[in-house]
């Protein structure tokens, strides 16, 4: 099946039509965390040229080095210019049927050489394929519960700082033992939550500074860059009640690694 047919673009448009590969300025995944928001419309509408200039734009957004999430296909209808800094033109765009079914679900592998984020379609559109079609449209899930919670730390971050009410509540109320997966080199990292707010305050720490203060992490994030993170998973091992005194749990915490070490897996020594 020709990528095309999955966003079901006539090939009399493909040259009416603009690729944004969509990441951002603050980091290359402020796209993705607009799109899960459900605010990704608004905010590519915010340009500083006039980068829209063909009747139609095919948004891919940045998953992975290679991977690209199709994030719908708009109409321009018009523009403005404005007097904002970051801002200078203002795009009015509307979300079509174009691929519809497949939005926030179609994964494409796209290895990407050059600069500029706006590209025109016919000269890069047969150069993509399709990696993937997910079973559901990305979004912020519930709280799926404790033992079946395994989280990209991408996506972690976003409901931290969004302050889900449902995931707040969870993860406030108990404490435990949580692991960190890094899929890149297969490592593992064990680490304990309790005190104040509990996995939500300890997670909240790793989405402020990455490491979390963790010796190891803090030295493969100075080496590989922030960007590196993007391959770290979170999930619990063990709850337990507020009651439960912290020295046990911290002695749980040290089960669990030397069980890691035993398996010849790597895990944090602090």
């Not at 940045?62 to 109409?75: H, V």
């Not at 409901?159 to 890094?182: C, F, H, P, R, T």
Request: proline content about 2%.
């Amino acid at each position: 099946m020709e990528i095309i047919n999955y966003f079901e673009l006539k090939r009399t448009e493909i040259k009416d039509t603009k690729i944004h590969f969509a990441t951002g300025e603050k980091n290359n995944r402020e796209a993705f965390d607009e799109f899960i928001k459900g605010t990704f419309k608004e905010w590519q509408e915010k340009q500083t040229k006039k980068n829209f200039p063909r009747k139609f734009v095919l948004a891919l957004i940045y998953l992975s080095p290679g991977e690209w999430l199709f994030g719908g296909i708009y109409r321009v209808i018009s523009f403005e210019e404005t007097n904002k800094k970051k801002e200078k033109i203002k795009y009015f765009t509307e979300l079509t049927d174009k691929g519809k079914e497949f939005l926030g679900r179609l994964i494409m592998d796209f290895k990407k050489d050059f600069r500029t984020s706006y590209a025109n379609c016919e000269n890069y559109i047969e150069k993509c394929s399709m990696l993937e079609i997910k079973r559901k449209k990305y979004s912020i899930r519930d709280f799926p519960g404790y033992e079946n919670l395994n989280i990209p730390f991408d996506v972690l971050k976003l409901i931290l700082q969004m302050e889900d009410k449902g995931w707040k509540s969870a993860l406030s109320s108990v404490q435990g033992v949580y692991l960190i997966s890094d899929k890149k080199n297969g490592k593992l990292y064990v680490g304990s939550a309790c005190g104040e707010q509990n996995f939500w305050q300890r997670w909240s720490d790793y989405s402020k500074s990455i490491h979390g203060n963790n010796k190891e992490l803090k030295d493969i994030i100075k080496e590989k860059g922030k960007d590196y993170s993007e391959n770290f998973s979170f999930s619990i091992l063990e709850v337990y009640k507020n009651t439960t005194d912290p020295i046990e749990i911290i002695e749980r915490e040290k089960y669990w690694k030397k069980v890691l070490l035993t398996r010849e897996f790597g895990y944090n020594k602090n």
